[in-house]
């Protein structure tokens, strides 16, 4: 079997480049589980990312995400209640204005009966907390299913901090994911 790697694209790069204009002044952070990382490798490759990006944790097992983000360790790990801890725990463990957190099952199978595809996205802008469920199709190929959330985790946060008003924005993440906002 071959083994694929999931690789930042360069639509992603566009959209953390454009993050990191629209951050005006403001700090992130990310939490990965699922895309373990590629959503702060995107942001490390722009330019300048050394005054505005934080870092990153990648909290791939329950322990992590509980002991380093503070998620409830009762919670389910595929869940917009996860998602939102992620993002809340990184903001305030890197003292970050914004903060960007991803948690699901890329594939080829589901986790705690949540179906394989299922990713949870979760943005904190100055406090305030917004969270997007995808079910990507792709799930049979965990690589692509880790590339497409990554892609749309960036998309979300950039489409929210161009609107200016986190999380009352239409979100257009291409036709490979069927997506529900949660508040």
Not at 2 to 25: F, H, P, W, Y
Not at 82 to 103: N, W
Request: glycine content about 10%; proline content about 3%; overall charge negative.
């Amino acid at each position: 079997m071959a083994l694929t790697v999931a690789k930042v694209s360069e639509e992603m790069q566009g959209n953390a480049d454009e993050i990191a204009r629209l951050l005006d002044g403001r700090t992130l952070a990310c939490a990965e589980s699922c895309t373990g990382g590629l959503v702060t490798q995107a942001f490390a490759a722009v330019e300048g990312s050394g005054e505005w990006l934080r870092g990153g944790v990648v909290a791939y097992q329950r322990e992590s995400k509980v002991d380093v983000l503070g998620v409830d360790p009762e919670a389910p790990l595929v869940s917009a209640t996860v998602a939102e801890q992620m993002a809340r725990g990184v903001a305030q463990c890197m003292h970050a204005d914004v903060a960007l957190a991803t948690t699901g099952a890329a594939g080829p199978d589901g986790h705690g009966g949540v179906p394989p595809g299922t990713v949870v996205i979760a943005t904190c802008v100055d406090g305030d907390v917004r969270c997007m469920e995808h079910h990507y199709d792709d799930h049979d190929d965990p690589a692509t299913v880790v590339e497409l959330a990554a892609r749309d985790a960036i998309t979300v946060l950039a489409n929210a901090l161009a609107a200016g008003r986190h999380g009352s924005v239409s979100v257009d993440t291409g036709t490979r994911a069927r997506h529900a906002e949660r508040r």
